[in-house]
Antibody
Framework: QVQLVQSGAEVKKPGASVKVSCKAS????????INWVRQATGQGLEWMGW????????AYAQKFQGRVTITRNTSISTSYMELSSLRSEDTAVYYC?????????WGQGTLVTVSS | DIQMTQSPSSLSASVGDRVTITCRAS??????LGWYQQKPGKAPKRLIY???SLQSGVPSRFSGSGSGTEFTLTISSLQPEDFATYYC?????????FGQGTKLEIK
């Protein structure tokens, strides 16, 4: 079935970087955009950015410009989201998701905790 | 950026009630809108795509309508498992934007 499976929880210190992976299966990885979304505890959903896995083109929310990088490895159908210069406010669950097309799977979420 | 104004922010209703949630876009987004349901501790689940298409496997009591700037999600007869938080998402133009969410609670 069409699914996205993410890497496990991370604990990072302020100022560090984190890289979360999202492995796609059940469909042609390069045919659909991958989005990254985050959610702090008790808060709403926040769109971070998007990547076209075929071209590698990306777009990021202004809030994260300069700190977020979305990449992919098409040979293993995997997208990556790297967030740098972490601060406590970046503690959240991070999701990858397809938002267009007849299937709209989300990954299970990856908790990133930023704490000294 | 396109702003998505979702209302109401919270709603109390009873099993069997008909419920409507609205999202208004600050500019036209054609039908590039999805509706999502999220339960505590779980990833969001898409209910509706392309504004009015029912996601496979989602009960037919859920429906979506609208195009351009005004969109609605309707639940025709609330079931106990429908009490959750609902979000709209526009994916017409980057940056994509979510509504603020509607928390649907049991009356």
């Amino acid at each position: 079935q069409v699914q996205l499976v993410q890497s496990g929880a991370e604990v990072k210190k302020p100022g560090a970087s984190v890289k979360v992976s999202c492995k796609a299966s059940g469909y042609t990885f390069t045919s659909y955009d991958i989005n990254w979304v985050r959610q702090a505890t008790g808060q709403g959903l926040e769109w971070m950015g998007w990547m076209n896995p075929n071209s590698g083109n990306t777009a990021y929310a202004q809030k994260f410009q300069g700190r977020v990088t979305i990449t992919r490895n098409t040979s293993i159908s995997t997208s990556y989201m790297e967030l740098s210069s972490l601060r406590s406010e970046d503690t959240a669950v991070y999701y990858c998701a397809r938002v267009s097309g007849a299937y709209g799977p989300w990954g299970q979420g990856t908790l990133v905790t930023v704490s000294s | 950026d396109i702003q998505m104004t979702q209302s109401p922010s919270s709603l109390s209703a009873s099993v069997g009630d008909r419920v409507t949630i609205t999202c208004r876009a600050s500019q036209g987004i054609r039908n590039d809108l999805g509706w999502y349901q999220q339960k505590p501790g779980k990833a969001p689940k898409r209910l509706i795509y392309a504004a009015s298409s029912l996601q496979s496997g989602v009960p037919s009591r859920f429906s979506g309508s609208g195009s351009g700037t005004e969109f609605t999600l309707t639940i025709s007869s609330l079931q106990p498992e429908d009490f959750a938080t609902y979000y709209c998402l526009q994916h017409n133009r980057s940056p994509y934007t979510f509504g603020q969410g509607t928390k649907l609670e049991i009356k």
